[in-house]
């Protein structure tokens, strides 16, 4: 993996062609690391995404007292661990650090972690995880740089959130499959890594009913044992593919992938002009050139509405369609960061207030260097700079890399003309980097 003075060079204007096998879930796999540390018996996770996000959580695992090893096929062994803060400097690297708190308080009955970092897409607060703890008998002290969690035991309760949060649902779970007596998670996530983690918790000896819904009633045991659990395929992946297809043209193949996760983009992707095949484990997305992309309007949701994590790459797609399309932001403020880059790339693109996004199409865009903000802003980018003319230098390339695993080599296999390259130290550090 790349070092922070690394960049992406793309020529665009070549279509897409081939096959891709997408990678586990970086979003699946970073929880049910966390969980490894409910139990002192080893957690063997198999499809684990390479990204520089689970080689971090790895990392903090092994300083809390942990062991991990393994790439790809990834065994924790937390017996040994006893540690409960997690150190500044990682912790703040992303913002699945989060998700360590339910699961240390859940064990040792203590958890210090800092404030989440992660992308800067807005404040995401973690109110709704914090308030759902203290009604299952942890004591929370908060600072602005850390929460400390502390519990003797902690108790079922019955969890309401206001709004569905994926890592404040993953977050009680591991709190709760250890809790004395019930808990209830009412507006639960329901995205596919979220169930995936269930499916692994269950595993591991947790009761779970209700997994796919929004209500989840977890009964607490006193007792979780090791498992063996293949991570699910990345379907924010699969769907940054398929959008990138559909705006440069071509034909690919995505295997590794479910098609049933995605049936929101796949429809949209159809209406805007695209043809779709779909079948078990796969799916086929094509467009010839000379078919113009129709403006779809799209709004944000949690699953299984849009995916937030596919909105930037959705909205480089529509400034390539002929006539206005609104995008509309529901699920996070303050993520509409990747405009500013593709308007300088040519992109027409008005902001309305904090959620609403006009799209002017089609737009002549032309390769030029820009900075990469947060990782699916950085997917955006690559999808603009495929579809320009001339030559992107895209910094800050490490973001993608916390997120998409060999996105150069796998883009490359399919006649994308996309590499790696090492910016001089002086260049790198005139731009200022986002955790």
């Known amino acids: 993996m790349g070092g922070r003075d690394r960049a992406l060079h793309i020529t665009g204007g070549e279509q897409l062609a081939g096959k891709i096998c997408v990678s586990g879930s970086k979003n699946a796999a970073l929880p049910e690391m966390a969980a490894a540390l409910l139990t002192t018996e080893p957690v063997t996770l198999q499809n684990v995404p390479r990204v520089t996000d689970t080689v971090l959580m790895g990392e903090i695992i092994s300083l809390l007292g942990g062991h991990t090893s393994g790439e790809g096929t990834v065994v924790i062994d937390a017996g040994a661990a006893g540690k409960t803060d997690v150190p500044d400097d990682l912790g703040r690297r992303m913002r699945a650090t989060i998700v360590l708190l339910g699961a240390l ?117 006193t007792d979780l044992s090791g498992a063996e659990h293949t991570v699910i395929s990345d379907y924010l992946e699969a769907g940054t593919y398929a959008i990138a297809t559909a705006a440069a043209g071509g034909e690919l193949l995505i295997e590794c992938t479910r098609a049933e996760d995605l049936e929101l983009l796949l429809l949209k992707l159809e209406q805007a002009g695209a043809r779709v095949q ?119 390339a490490w973001h993608v890399e916390r997120g998409y695993e060999d996105m150069v080599g796998k883009l490359s296999s399919v006649g994308a003309r996309i590499k790696s390259v090492r910016l001089d130290s002086e260049a790198a550090a005139g731009h200022r980097l986002y955790e």
């Not at 914090?130 to 079922?156: F, P, S, Y």
């Not at 300088?344 to 089609?362: C, F």
């Open 105 to 221: 308080v859940a064990r040792f009955g203590h958890a210090r972690v800092p404030r989440p970092g992660g992308d800067d897409i807005g404040a995401r607060r973690v109110e709704q995880h914090l308030r759902a703890l203290r009604q299952m008998g942890a004591h929370i002290n908060e600072t602005h740089n850390e929460i400390v969690a502390t519990a003797d035991r902690l108790r079922g309760g019955r969890i309401v959130f206001d709004l569905p949060t994926v890592t404040g649902t993953e977050n009680i779970l591991l709190a709760a499959v250890t809790a004395d007596g019930q808990t209830e998670i009412f507006n639960a996530a329901r995205e596919p890594h979220v169930q995936d983690l269930c499916r692994l918790l269950t595993k591991m000896g947790a009761q779970i009913d209700g997994i796919g819904t929004e209500r989840l009633i977890v009964d607490g045991t």
């Open 278 to 396: 779909t079948g078990d484990g796969w799916f086929r997305i094509a467009r010839d050139r000379q078919t113009p992309l129709q403006p779809i309007d799209m709004s944000t949701w949690t699953f299984p509405g849009f995916p937030t994590d596919l909105q930037a790459q959705y909205m480089a797609l529509m400034t390539q369609a002929d006539g206005e399309s609104v995008i509309s932001e529901y699920v996070h403020e303050n993520r509409f960061q990747h405009v500013r880059e593709l308007a300088k790339m040519g992109a027409g693109i008005t902001v309305e207030g904090r959620l609403h996004a006009i799209v002017h199409g089609p737009a002549r865009l032309r390769g030029t260097e820009l900075a990469i903000p947060d990782i699916r802003s950085g997917a955006a980018l690559v999808i603009a700079a495929l579809c320009a003319e001339g030559d992107s230098v895209l910094r800050n």
